[in-house]
């Protein structure tokens, strides 16, 4: 994998991240925030495992999954409230470990960067500001709803904007779902398992997978002295 790896990120001219649970290091409040919805339907909670090996895109799938009505309005019910109880608790969300080491890490190679995310725009500039990370990108890429769906379409705006090989981009997210955003923008993939999927399944995918940030800094360090 190491080689593999290395060879990944050898002649990457963009890296385009995900954002929740891939650099927002957010799962728990996640978890937390269902449970909530599921105490009110008078329903016991999920464990973090559970949503591991379950959570999914589209989340109307996931919601249908739980046993909740997802006709339109129980979804965009549901919706507004899971974004109201998520955003009542985000400032407390801290990003996942060695993020500023690799985002840095990655500027230092002179390699840009961008974050294209499910979340809704705005969410998105909230939470990239109040981390500070603001200065690490060329531009952030959300949806214009709370609804987690329109990923692939922005991706695929972000490819004509860069005006680059699509092959010389990697795309970096923790879901299954990033691998298929990657493969509709014609991109690379590498998915980290720290964030919302289990590390067996992002690997049953066949694409490259690391654990977490730690193990792709170390990548980074060798693709640096390699220069």
């Known amino acids: 994998m ?11 001219q963009h890296v385009i991240w995900d954002w929740n649970g891939t650099l927002l290091d957010d799962r728990w409040l ?28 589209p989340v109307l799938d996931f919601y249908d999954w739980l046993g909740f009505a997802v006709d339109g309005p129980s979804f965009e019910d549901l919706s507004t409230r899971f974004i109201s109880g998520y955003h009542a608790r985000a400032e407390e969300l801290a990003l996942q470990p060695h993020t500023e080491e690799v985002l840095g890490a990655l500027q230092s190679l ?4 961008s974050v294209l995310s499910a979340s ?22 959300g949806t214009d709803t709370i609804h987690a769906h329109g990923k692939v379409g922005r991706g695929q705006d972000r490819i004509a904007e860069l005006q680059i090989e699509p092959q010389q981009v990697l795309m970096v997210g923790d879901t299954t779902h990033d691998l298929e955003v990657a ?3 014609g991109v690379r993939c590498l998915l980290v398992a720290h964030g919302h999927h289990s590390y067996a399944r992002l690997e049953a995918t066949g694409c490259p997978v690391v654990h977490d940030f730690s193990e ?12």
């Open 2 to 12: 190491g080689v593999f790896l290395t060879d990944l990120l050898a002649d990457v």
């Open 30 to 57: 996640c978890v937390l925030t269902l449970n909530g919805l599921l105490e009110r339907e008078g329903r016991g909670p999920i464990d973090e495992q559970v949503y591991l090996e379950h959570f999914g895109f």
């Open 110 to 113: 002179g390699i840009p960067q």
């Open 120 to 141: 809704r725009q705005d969410h998105l500039e909230k939470q990239v500001r109040h981390a500070e990370l603001g200065p690490y990108f060329a531009a952030l890429c």
């Open 183 to 185: 493969e509709a923008m």
């Open 216 to 227: 792709l800094r170390r990548h980074l360090s060798a693709l640096a002295a390699s220069r």
